[in-house]
């Protein structure tokens, strides 16, 4: 695995902006997200929604939504509106919404001027031919024998494609370059292919669609884009995007500007290998709170401001490279950890009982609601004889500098008194199922109790007020290494990327409704599950553990 450093926040991008807008040669600045309805919008994308619409937000320009519908096979209305409901909450408003498949008269008028210009023709080989006549970085191409039939011939053949004469693949529309090209993208690339397919916006009113390097370019300028900007693969079709742009006569000319792809470590990134696992059944949906996606990340408990102070962190580098996953987790750390709740959660319980506690007594403690935000105020918890402790804050024959609870040892219940561990009660098979301790009157928090000290701090809930409540923990789907092996990526997922645990929370959290976050006292950050938590059974995602060794 690449190791990786914060990315720098410079932005050649915006000096580009600035420079034309200095220069006059932009008026007003216009940008666009263009994503393929083919899927869910995962984080890579809120890499480029952020930089689109912060950098026409900043020179108070504007942002277009484009729905790049050209492949009518792959795509769904699903897709659409979940994309939009996705930009919206991450805090973006688009001025126009648009389909690129509303172009398509357009595009078919300016394909059929190239033919004209003698720069396009209809060739009759088939793909595979195409592909291996296309030369290499050394050798060029090899011209097609339809290379130079007659702009009347290939008009009426472009018409007879439009009208369904053909199969698929019978027949391409090329544009006219240069097979000896340096550039491969150069070597008469395909612009039109026969597609007998239905259309989610178009119907079945076209046989052939655009290719995507010859819509792209066209989408851009019947919109007025200044700026495209777009990941690093593209900058070798950067020549064929002026080339269309300048051939078709389009009136106003935008520019194509790259900038890296956004991969993270440990994270599957591709909207086809998300669809499988989608598919597959191997997460719940889209919106599987371990998946990269916008819905997902949302589901998990990420919050708008995390993810695009996340993104802007990013900047538009160049580079290549994959940006550590701790990163991310920085920031929803950074966002929450003034606002949200500081409560107690057990989640996986062992039931203590404080022997010298007055039956049926209950008294009501003060708890700091977040210790960093005093303006967060407090609440009070209930404490009575019988509480809830984490498994794994006790141990019968604990190993040296083990400071939690242990026969004869003593520690502070957070919020309340110091407790001692008196017994341990087991089952038939010799399984801790109950402690039994004494508490000391004496050691109540906040009376400035200095008697004496204990080493260890653990969290509890009253067991009488307990609220039961599902801890969904996470672990990547797939980890890296395993990840490149592509064939088999599926049989690599991590059967731990799941673990469910039954517990408690205090009373208080009755009313937690889908969306809230809390921090739950050394376990880290959850969110209530806006899908399956109801008010009679909470149901927790860990977004986040407290602690990283990660550092900006
Ligand atoms: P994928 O390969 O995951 O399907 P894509 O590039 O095919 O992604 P599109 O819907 O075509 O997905 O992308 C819409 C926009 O989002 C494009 O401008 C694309 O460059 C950008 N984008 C997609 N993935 C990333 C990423 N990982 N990092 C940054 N930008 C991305
Ligand atoms: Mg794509």
Redesign the pocket.
């Known amino acids: 695995m690449e190791e990786t450093k914060s990315p720098s926040s410079s932005n050649y991008i915006r000096n580009i902006v600035i420079d034309d807008l200095a220069a006059g040669r932009v008026k007003e600045v216009v940008t666009r ?4 309805p ?2 869910y919008l ?1 984080i ?2 809120a ?2 929604i952020c930089l689109n619409f912060e950098l026409a937000d900043e020179f108070k320009g504007r942002t277009h939504l484009r729905f ?1 519908d050209t492949n009518p096979v792959k795509e769904d209305v699903e897709f659409v509106e979940s994309i939009k409901r996705d930009v919206q909450w991450l805090g973006f408003e688009w001025e126009g919404l648009f389909f690129a498949s509303d172009y398509f008269d357009e595009m078919y008028e300016r394909a059929v001027l190239l033919i004209r210009k003698g720069l396009a023709y209809v060739d009759d080989q088939n793909a595979d031919r195409i592909r291996e006549t296309r030369g290499t970085l050394t050798e060029p191409g090899v011209p097609s024998p339809w290379r130079n039939r007659s702009a009347e011939e290939n008009l009426d053949l472009f018409a007879r494609m439009k009208a369904g004469e053909f199969k698929d693949g019978e027949k391409v529309l090329r544009a006219k370059i240069d097979m000896a090209s340096p550039n491969i993208n150069m070597r008469d690339p395909v612009i039109y292919r026969i597609l007998h397919a239905h259309h989610h916006n178009t119907g079945d009113k076209w046989r052939i669609y655009p290719m995507y390097a010859f819509a792209h370019p066209l989408e851009d300028a019947i919109e007025g884009v200044t700026h495209s ?3 690093l693969e593209f900058e070798d079709q950067r020549p064929f995007y002026d080339w269309v742009v300048r051939e078709c006569e389009m009136p106003s000319v935008p520019r194509q500007y790259e900038f890296a ?3 993270l470590t440990n994270t599957v ?4 290998k998300l669809k499988q696992l989608v598919e597959e059944g191997a997460v719940d949906g889209w919106d599987d709170p371990r998946m990269p996606t916008i819905s997902g990340l949302r589901r998990k408990g990420y919050t708008p401001e995390a993810i695009r102070s996340f993104c802007r962190e990013l900047g538009v580098n160049k580079g290549y490279g994959v940006v550590d996953e701790r990163m991310l987790e920085h920031f929803i750390r950074e966002d929450l950890k003034l606002k949200a709740l500081r409560t107690m959660a057990v989640i996986d319980p062992l039931k203590v009982v404080i022997t010298n506690y007055p039956e049926g007594q209950t008294e009501w403690l003060e708890a700091e609601n977040n210790s960093e935000n005093p303006e967060m105020g407090s609440r009070q918890i209930p404490f009575s004889r019988e509480i809830y402790i984490e498994r794994d804050d006790f141990m019968e024959n604990p190993p040296a500098k083990y400071f939690r609870l242990f026969p004869g040892n003593e520690v502070r219940l957070k919020n309340a008194y110091f407790v001692k561990c008196e017994e341990v009660v087991k089952d038939a098979d010799g399984n801790v199922t109950e402690i039994r301790c004494t508490y000391d009157p004496e050691t109540k928090s906040g009376t400035g109790f200095t008697g004496r000290k204990v080493k260890g701090t653990i969290h509890w809930v009253d067991a009488a007020h307990a609220v039961p409540a599902e801890f969904r923990l996470y672990e990547p789907l797939i980890s890296d290494g395993e990840e490149n092996e592509e064939a088999s990526f599926l049989e690599k997922l991590n059967p731990n990327s799941l673990t469910v645990l039954r517990g408690f929370v205090e009373p208080g959290m009755k009313a937690a409704a889908g969306g809230d976050k809390f921090q739950f006292f050394r376990h880290g950050y959850f969110n209530v599950d806006p899908k399956d938590s109801a008010p009679d059974r909470l149901v927790f995602n860990r977004i986040v553990s407290l602690k990283s060794s990660f550092q900006l």
């Open positions: 997200f263009p994503p393929e083919n899927g995962h890579g994308h890499k480029s790049d900007i777009c990941t792809r956004l991969n990134m591709s909207k086809r």
